[in-house]
T-cell receptor, first 110, second 119 residues
């Protein structure tokens, strides 16, 4: 499984855009990149998934460069409720398990 | 559509005891995975059940065991509890084959977890 590296923590203010970059230098050809969000005392929640270029949904955008060795999760105009831990995962459909690292704790302040 | 539910919410046990945690998967899902999350860390995969059979296992000792029932609900059993077993235990359900295409990792839907404290 490709190892992922992401910042331990990030601070932001309401209304700002938050960008979290994840490094995955050993990503394999069949691997997808998936991001999960976790609030305290809750289970993780799927945010977005992509393979290459850019993916956007109602919650976030995911930017993946051509070499796919990194990816950036972009949260537009964050609010206090976006304070959570964000996990970057890499794997293919034959990876029956999700491999979580320590994640990035994003704190949004008023 | 009913989401993933887990019971109990909290549990306190003493070292050496046994515990059973329960999970009801999301409606229509046939696969259940269990994760252990220690404080300040990401969830760690314990094992997965698909159609009542263990489909894969993480780096956990045999005293961690599980079951999946015909209705796809699941149990996690832990024997001979140790202090380090104190953690949030998460259950996640998914539908094998939902991925819809090669290389697309299945989305897993997590329950709220059971907080286990071992004294």
């Amino acid at each position: 499984l490709a190892k992922t590296t992401q910042p331990i923590s990030m601070d932001s203010y309401e209304g700002q855009e938050v960008n979290i970059t994840c490094s995955h230098n050993n990503i394999a050809t069949n691997d997808y990149i998936t991001w999960y969000q976790q609030f305290p005392s809750q289970g993780p929640r799927f945010i977005i998934q992509g393979y290459k270029t850019k993916v956007t949904n109602e919650v976030a955008s995911l930017f993946i460069p051509a070499d796919r060795k990194s990816s950036t999760l972009s949260l537009p105009r964050v609010s206090l409720s976006d304070t959570a831990v964000y996990y970057c995962l890499v794997g293919d459909m034959y990876d029956y398990k999700l491999s979580f690292g320590a994640g990035t704790t994003v704190t949004v302040r008023a | 559509e009913t989401g993933v539910t887990q019971s109990p919410t909290h549990l306190i046990k003493t070292r050496g005891q046994q515990v059973t945690l329960r999970c009801s998967s999301q409606s229509g899902h046939n696969t259940v995975s269990w994760y252990q999350q220690a404080l300040g860390q990401g969830p760690q995969f314990i094992f997965q059940y698909y159609r009542e059979e263990e489909n894969g296992r993480g780096n956990f000792p045999p005293r961690f065991s599980g079951l999946q029932f015909p209705n796809y609900s699941s149990e996690l059993n832990v024997n001979a509890l140790e202090l380090d077993d104190s953690a949030l235990y998460l259950c996640a359900s998914s539908l094998a084959g939902l991925a819809g295409g090669p290389g697309r990792q299945e989305e897993q839907f997590f329950g709220p977890g059971t907080r286990l404290t071992v004294l």
